[in-house]
């Protein structure tokens, strides 16, 4: 079911958002801001981390990550089917001071993507599910291999 957000102006809603994924510790929204003309798309998700290494600091762990994901989301960008982009633009959140062994933290990431067609929403879902469950499975194995577990 999607979310919908009302226009100050003249009371029309014009942003709609649907989840994808909704399970323990990990949410995925995607959605437009303009949902009768889908000019740019979004994709919100935040999960729970958990470092169950203990190491001094989990600094270099999570810097190294920030360097990776831009690779994650191009790499991924790049293999949409139907969806094609002409710009992207992408964040990631996650504190690199705040992890501490055993206790969770938040991680958090978004990406806005400009299609080269503007198209119905619907039309780009599985793109869309598609490019956020290989970026959460990237990122997953990632800091698996660094001792924090995800989502």
Known sequence: MGKEQMDEKNGKRIFKQY??????????????????????????????????????????DVMELKRHFKQFVKENVNNLKTLKIEKYLFNIDIS??????????????????????????????????????????????FLNERGINTF
């Open 19 to 60: 989840q994808i994924i909704k399970e323990k510790g990990l949410r995925v929204n995607y959605g437009t801001t303009d949902r009768n003309n889908p000019v740019i798309l979004y994709v919100r998700a935040k999960g729970n981390i958990k470092p169950v290494i203990n190491k001094k600091s989990y600094y270099d």
């Open 96 to 141: 690199e001071r705040g992890l501490s062994y055993n206790k969770s933290g938040h991680l958090r990431y978004e990406i806005f993507l400009k299609p080269i067609e503007t198209k119905e929403l619907n039309i780009y879902e599985n793109d869309i599910i598609n490019l956020t469950n290989n970026i959460n499975n990237e990122m997953t194995v």
